[in-house]
């Protein structure tokens, strides 16, 4: 049971009757009574699919909760099918003009709202899978540089509502130029490929490895400072230098040079202050003779 359903509808029969009927579903249920519980449950379990009332009564409407889960990031992906009393079609054309995926009309046939749930949450699946690949670098398997980019603004954005502390070390291989013109391009791959198990066992769980590209990799430590990841950076180009895998394949030996930023170091916080941040304390390693790390 790894899919979640939210309903969101006034009427707690509904919630009842669906939650019986879909239990061969193998779904999680949450409910919410009102859009603002909805609103807030949508956003804090992130479900699979939204069955979603359209009057909530009260005057609520669940038309205008529907807009403001697709203008809101985090939910605006998780399908929505509307379940209500109205079957005229200039409900049905604006349920589907906000983006609703699908629109069934109560009372319901139970075997058929399942199937159009089942589809939903199939096509959510699907959806989910695309999503995870194309985040992913096909030389690693670690995450690239599109899922950095939309991560770092999010962790950005928690460290601005927090203040808390978010730190970058962005790694890159020493003179890797000659490993691939003296060994051969695929050797060269085969570093990379080894460098991103070096960098995925350095990190902690909740750290983030990337490589943004070529040979450039990013660890993401987040409410993390710079003093605490020093030792961090230490134990990474320690972990390159004596990785038994890169010394098999370059027998003159691995290094990197590695440069660290946070957040608390910055004056005006944002994502391309800290990149930037990072990258110059990486040239710095780079110029002050490599196989070092600067913060
Ligand atoms: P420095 O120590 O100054 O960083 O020198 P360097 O030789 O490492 O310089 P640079 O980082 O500019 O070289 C990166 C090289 O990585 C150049 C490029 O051809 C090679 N490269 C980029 N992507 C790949 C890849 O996917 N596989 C392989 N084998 N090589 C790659």
């Given at each position: 049971m790894n899919q979640t359903v939210l309903i969101i509808d006034d009427s707690p029969d509904i919630h009842r009757i669906i939650e019986v009927r879909g239990r061969d579903l193998d779904v999680r249920f949450v409910s919410a009574l009102d859009a603002e519980e909805g609103f807030a449950l949508a956003a804090s379990e992130r479900p699979d699919l939204i069955l979603l009332d359209v009057d909530l009564g009260e005057g609520t409407s669940g038309f205008d909760l529907c807009e403001r889960l697709k203008s809101t990031p985090v939910v605006r992906d998780v399908p929505v099918i509307f379940l209500t009393g109205e079957g005229q079609s200039d409900s049905k054309i604006r349920a589907f003009d906000i983006g609703a995926v699908d629109y069934v009309v109560k009372p319901f046939n139970h075997g058929e709202l399942l199937a159009r749930m089942r589809s939903a949450l199939r096509t959510k699946h699907l959806v989910d899978m695309l999503a995870e690949c194309a985040n992913l670098d096909g030389l690693t398997g670690l995450r690239n540089r599109r899922y950095f980019d939309e991560r770092l603004a999010q962790e950005v954005e928690t460290v601005r509502r927090h203040d808390c502390a978010l730190t970058l070390i962005i790694m890159d291989i020493d003179k890797f130029k000659t490993i691939n013109d003296t060994l051969g391009h695929p050797r060269g791959d085969q570093v990379i490929q080894a460098l991103g198990q070096v960098i995925q066992r350095v990190g902690r769980m909740t750290d983030i490895p990337c490589r943004l590209g070529g040979d450039e990799f990013v660890l993401m430590l987040p409410q993390t400072d710079t003093p605490a990841v020093e030792v961090v950076a230490e134990r990474l180009c320690e972990a390159v230098r004596s990785d038994e895998t890169l010394n098999r394949l370059v027998p003159n030996g691995v290094t990197c040079s590695v440069g660290l930023a946070s957040?608390?170091?910055?004056?005006d916080l944002s994502a391309d202050a800290l990149i930037e941040a990072a990258d110059q304390a990486l040239y710095a390693s780079k110029r002050g003779g490599r196989d070092r790390w600067t913060a």
């Open positions: 957040t608390s170091m910055l004056e």
